[in-house]
C-alpha cells in the first residue's frame, strides 16, 4: 500500500472516530436536555394546578395538556381536550398525582404526555442542530480529504526521491548526491544517506588505491624472482648461494605481505570486535622481550621497559599484534646500540626509539595502506605495519599518536579508551 492510500486511510479513520465521538456527545446533550426540559414542565404543571386549586392568580401557567381534580377525585377543568371520556379518561385516573397545601391534599393533577420531540421549540432547535451537524461533517470530511491529499504528497513525493537516489546507490552509481526536502526525519535519513555516499565513495577510491598498491608491491618481487630463475635457467647467471638467498628474501617479501594483508582484512572486518580482558602488564612485557630477545642481541640494543599500572583492560591477542608491529620497527629503524623502550600507562602503550627522525609531512600518512617512508623503502616490510597498529586501536574504540624528532626519537603512542576502573570484577 503506498505512502498516500495509507495517508488517507489514517484520515478515514479518525474521521470516522471523530464522527462517533461527535454522535456519543450530542446523544449525551439531548439526553440530558430532554430530562431537565421533563422536570421544568412537571413542575410547571403542578404550580398551574395548585394554582387553580387555590383560585390564585397563574403567571405564564402551563402549556400542555392538564386536568385538574378535587380531594375526592372529581374533574374541575381540563385543557387542551383532556376530559374523562373512554381511554382517556382511565390513563388520566391512572396518572392522577397529589397535590398539597400545608400538607394537607387540595387535589390532584394529570398531565398528557410531556414529549420533548412534540414541542415545536424543540423540533425546531432539533432540526437545525441536525441540519448544522450534517454541514459540519461534510465540510469536515471535505477538510480532511484535501488534508490527507496534501500532507500524503508533502511527504510521498521526497520520499519517493530519496527511494529512487538509493535505488540509484544499489546499483553501483555514486556520483549523484542524496537530499531530500520535507519534514525534519526525512532530511535526517537524507543526511545520513549521504554521509553513507561518502563513505562508500572513499571506501571505492582506496580500493582502487590499495588494489594498485598491492599490484605494484607484489609485481617488483615476482618479477625480481622471475627474472633471476630465468637467469639461472639460461646460464646467463650463476646458481650460488647469494643469488638464491635474494630469491628467499624477495619470497620472504611477499609471503610477509599476504600475511599481512590476511591480517588486516580480518581486521577491517565489519563484525571483527576486540575480546577484553585483564592484562598482567609484567607478564605482557615479559613475553615481548623474549619474543624479540634474538633480534635485540642482533642489533647490539636492549629493551627497557617502564610501567605506571599492574593491568590493562584490552584485547591480549590484538594488542600484543601492535605491540609487536611497533617494536619490529623500532628495531628496525633505530640506530644500531641504542636501546628500544616502551611503557605503558594507563590505558596507553607507547615505544620509541632513537634514529632518523620522521619527516614531519609523512607523519599523518604513515598509517595508511602500503605505506613507506623515505626510510623505509629500501628495508624489508610490507608497508602494512602500522595501518594494522591503527585499525587494532581502533577496535578498541582509541586511536595512534606519533611524533618524531631529531631530540627526542620517534615515539608511537597506542591509545586504548576504555580505562583500568572500568574492569571491575572481570
Known amino acids: 500500500m503506498t505512502l498516500v492510500k495509507k495517508t488517507f486511510l489514517l484520515f478515514l479513520i479518525a474521521f470516522i472516530f471523530q464522527i462517533s465521538v461527535v454522535a456519543l456527545v450530542v446523544g449525551f446533550g439531548l439526553d440530558r436536555s430532554e430530562t431537565q426540559w421533563q422536570r421544568v414542565r412537571a413542575h410547571q404543571a403542578y404550580d ?125 552509481d555514486l556520483s549523484q548526491p542524496v537530499s531530500a526536502a520535507g519534514s525534519h526525519e526525512l532530511v535526517r535519513i537524507a543526511e545520513s544517506v549521504e554521509q553513507l555516499r561518502n563513505k562508500l565513495l572513499h571506501e571505492q577510491t582506496i580500493r582502487a588505491q590499495w588494489s594498485q598498491d598491492i599490484a605494484h608491491d607484489l609485481r617488483t618481487p615476482v618479477a625480481s624472482v622471475k627474472a633471476q630463475l630465468e637467469g639461472m635457467r639460461d646460464g646467463i647467471l650463476p646458481p650460488d648461494t647469494p643469488r638464491f638467498e635474494r630469491t628467499l628474501h624477495e619470497l620472504e617479501r611477499m609471503e610477509q605481505l599476504i600475511r599481512d594483508l590476511e591480517t588486516l582484512i580480518r581486521l577491517e572486518d565489519p563484525g571483527s570486535q576486540a575480546a577484553y580482558e585483564r592484562i598482567d602488564v609484567q607478564t605482557f ?82 598509517t595508511q595502506r602500503l605505506y613507506r617512508g623515505e626510510y623505509a623503502r629500501s628495508t624489508f616490510g610490507s608497508g602494512l605495519g602500522l595501518t594494522i597498529v591503527e585499525r587494532i586501536a581502533r577496535l578498541h574504540n582509541g586511536s595512534v599518536s606519533i611524533t618524531s624528532d631529531v631530540q627526542s626519537g620517534t615515539v608511537v603512542t597506542i591509545h586504548l579508551a576504555r580505562q583500568e576502573s572500568e574492569i571491575g570484577n572481570t
Request: without cysteine; negative net charge.
Open 285 to 366: 612485557l615479559q613475553e615481548l622481550s623474549e619474543q624479540f630477545e634474538a633480534q635485540l642481541v642482533q642489533q647490539q640494543t636492549s629493551l627497557v621497559t617502564h610501567s605506571t599500572v599492574d593491568y590493562l583492560f584490552a584485547d591480549e591477542q590484538l594488542l600484543s599484534r601492535a605491540v609487536s608491529n611497533l617494536m619490529s620497527n623500532a628495531l628496525r629503524y633505530g640506530s644500531t646500540g641504542t636501546p628500544v623502550t616502551i611503557t605503558v600507562s594507563s590505558q596507553q602503550v607507547a615505544v620509541h626509539n632513537q634514529g632518523n627522525p620522521i619527516p614531519a609531512s609523512e607523519i599523518p600518512k604513515l
Open 48 to 172: 398551574t394546578a395548585q394554582a387553580l386549586l387555590l383560585g390564585d392568580e397563574i403567571e405564564g401557567g402551563y402549556a400542555g395538556q392538564l386536568a385538574v381534580f378535587s380531594p375526592d377525585g372529581q374533574l374541575l377543568q381540563s385543557s387542551r381536550g383532556m376530559g374523562m371520556h373512554g381511554n382517556m379518561g382511565r390513563t388520566m385516573m391512572a396518572q392522577m398525582q397529589p397535590i398539597y397545601r400545608n400538607d394537607q391534599l387540595i387535589g390532584y393533577y394529570a398531565t398528557g404526555d410531556i414529549s420533548f420531540a412534540s414541542d415545536s421549540a424543540n423540533q425546531t432547535v432539533m432540526s437545525t442542530m441536525l441540519i448544522a451537524l450534517v454541514i459540519s461533517l461534510v465540510l469536515s470530511l471535505g477538510i480532511a480529504l484535501a488534508a490527507a491529499l496534501y500532507f500524503s504528497r508533502k511527504v510521498s513525493r521526497p520520499a519517493d526521491y530519496l527511494a529512487l537516489q538509493l535505488e540509484t546507490m544499489t546499483r553501483g
